[in-house]
């Protein structure tokens, strides 16, 4: 069997994140979204919301498993069995952060990771400009996944 950790903060889930899970399917039996807490970081949605959309999102797929964590991310991938980590890339911006992350997580535990490249249509999709458009009271349906209200 086959299982990754899809780890990040989630404040909240986007359609871009929905989109690197979905593909992910493809690689792997199970995907684990970990949602990272960390006491010292504000976040706009509260755990059980950010928990409560993204179930909302992959409603009956058993694929799929929602867990929060606060310890690092490659011993979260451990505690749960998973042998991979599953992250999305946007831009060359993302790039030299992911490729330290990876490099540490292998050096440090053999966890591979895996990086699917953003679909472009959702490149520019981010929780942070999500958040800021909630904060002037726009609309960001079109930023959650299928299926997701808030
Ligand atoms: P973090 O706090 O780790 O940056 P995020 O919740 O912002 O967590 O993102 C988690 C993962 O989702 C990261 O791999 C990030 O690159 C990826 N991601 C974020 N936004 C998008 C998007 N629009 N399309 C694809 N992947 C994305």
Do not use: W
Not at 33 to 51: D, Y
Not at 56 to 63: G, I, K, Y
Not at 84 to 112: P, Q, W
């Amino acid at each position: 069997m086959k299982r990754a950790i899809f780890p990040g903060t989630f404040d909240p889930f986007t359609i871009g994140h929905y989109s690197i899970v979905q593909r992910g399917l493809s690689l792997f039996d199970e995907i684990i979204i970990g949602i990272g807490v960390n006491p010292a970081k504000k976040t706009l949605f509260s755990i059980e919301k950010r928990v409560q959309i993204i179930q909302q999102a992959f409603e009956n797929d058993l694929r799929v498993k929602i867990q929060s964590y606060d310890s690092l991310t490659v011993d979260f991938a451990l505690l749960v069995n998973a042998g991979f980590v599953l992250r999305g890339l946007r831009s060359v911006g993302d790039f030299e952060y992911e490729r330290t992350i990876a490099d540490t997580n292998r050096k440090l535990t053999g966890v591979e990771t895996v990086i699917l490249f953003t679909e472009s249509e959702y490149s520019f999709i981010s929780s942070t400009v999500a958040r800021d458009l909630i904060s002037y009271g726009k609309d960001i349906s079109s930023f959650l996944p299928p299926n997701v209200t808030l």
